[in-house]
């Protein structure tokens, strides 16, 4: 398995500002019966994306774990443009799109781009910080929101309220 991510201004996707990207291969688990790309393996792309993102500001899971906080998704949306077929490589870039001041609440854009460099996807999530041993709503340690903060932002990013 393949593993590239990165920020930088990657010339494939034809984007001059920067983003995270994370790259890998769609394997034959990750087809439907019409043997294209099924619509949860769009998630489960993004969801890794997000990972590595997170991980590469130095919030990574064991981080998550010894502080009791993990990332929620309130909403998760997808717009398929285009198939993607076995084989195929895919790029997903990462943007942070909204978020309060503290990066408690917060909106993200995953991009799907087929090897060619054509848009196949775009997934949309928004989703907040929890404690997980008390099951509420939580905001991140200082140091945690500042990295989280420096995560690539839109053309159209704007600033929640709150």
Known sequence: ????????????????????????????????????????????????????ALEELGMDLKTFQRLHIGPILFREETTYLREVGINEEVTIKTELTASRKD?????????????????????????????????????????LAQHFMELPRSADYVELDG
């Open 1 to 52: 398995m393949q593993l590239n991510h990165r920020y930088h201004s990657d010339p494939i996707l034809n984007e001059t500002n920067m983003s995270h990207t994370y790259t890998n291969k769609v394997m034959w688990s990750h087809l439907d019966a019409n043997m294209h790309m099924r619509h949860s393996a769009y998630a489960d792309f993004a969801a890794q994306a997000r990972i590595e």
């Open 103 to 143: 990066g408690a609440r917060w909106a993200l854009r995953h991009e799907l781009y087929k090897e060619d460099g054509v848009k196949a996807a775009v997934i949309k999530v928004e989703g907040a910080w929890m404690d997980v041993l008390k099951r509420k709503l939580t905001v991140l340690p200082e140091e």
